[in-house]
């Protein structure tokens, strides 16, 4: 678990670059040492990660919109908004792994990269989301 978890972290900070560069993301990979010291088996999981959110950014994006509500996009925290758009596309595009255990996941990082609330609005807005993706809602992406 702990692998897939760096990955995961590794996935979050391309992200995050992404987001407040704006460069692209083959620019990104090809320029990051965000890989560096993971085996190769949570390369290909953080890079998959990273471009599967990237190629439905649209949809993930719109499903956190809805999920938050009175929350703007860009007024969510840059890491609580890209580890948002991480775990939404986990829940959409990897059955194989179970939500609760991607949701788990996100809430751990939270915890700690973010701040004390991010848990908890993290939580909520996953939430939503698995629960809009259970009554057949979500978007397809």
Same mark, same amino acid.
């Given at each position: 678990?702990?692998?897939?978890?760096?990955?995961?972290?590794?996935?979050?900070?391309?992200?995050?670059?992404? !987001?407040?560069?704006?460069?692209?993301?083959?620019?990104?990979?090809? &320029? &990051?040492?965000?890989? !560096?010291?993971?085996?190769?088996? $949570?390369?290909?999981?953080?890079?998959?990660?990273?471009?599967?959110?990237? @190629?439905?950014?649209?949809?993930? *994006?719109?499903?956190?919109?809805? @999920? $938050?509500?009175?929350?703007?996009?860009?007024?969510?925290?840059?890491? !609580?908004?890209?580890?948002?758009?991480?775990?939404?596309?986990?829940?959409?595009?990897?059955?194989?792994?179970?939500?609760?255990?991607?949701? !788990?996941? @996100?809430?751990?990082?939270?915890?700690?990269?973010? *701040?004390?609330?991010?848990?908890?609005?993290?939580?909520?807005?996953? *939430?939503?989301?698995?629960? $809009?993706?259970?009554?057949?809602?979500?978007?397809? &992406?």
């Amino acid at each position: 678990m702990q692998k897939r978890r760096k990955a995961r972290e590794a996935a979050l900070k391309l992200l995050y670059q992404h !987001d407040l560069s704006g460069n692209l993301p083959e620019d990104i990979l090809e &320029t &990051t040492d965000q890989l !560096d010291g993971l085996n190769s088996e $949570s390369v290909e999981y953080a890079r998959e990660a990273f471009l599967g959110a990237i @190629a439905h950014l649209k949809a993930i *994006d719109l499903l956190i919109q809805e @999920a $938050s509500r009175k929350w703007k996009l860009p007024r969510i925290a840059a890491l !609580d908004r890209n580890l948002l758009r991480l775990a939404v596309f986990e829940l959409l595009h990897r059955p194989d792994i179970p939500a609760a255990v991607i949701i !788990d996941e @996100a809430l751990e990082i939270a915890k700690k990269y973010s *701040d004390e609330d991010a848990p908890r609005f993290i939580n909520g807005i996953l *939430d939503a989301i698995l629960h $809009s993706k259970l009554q057949g809602r979500v978007i397809k &992406t």
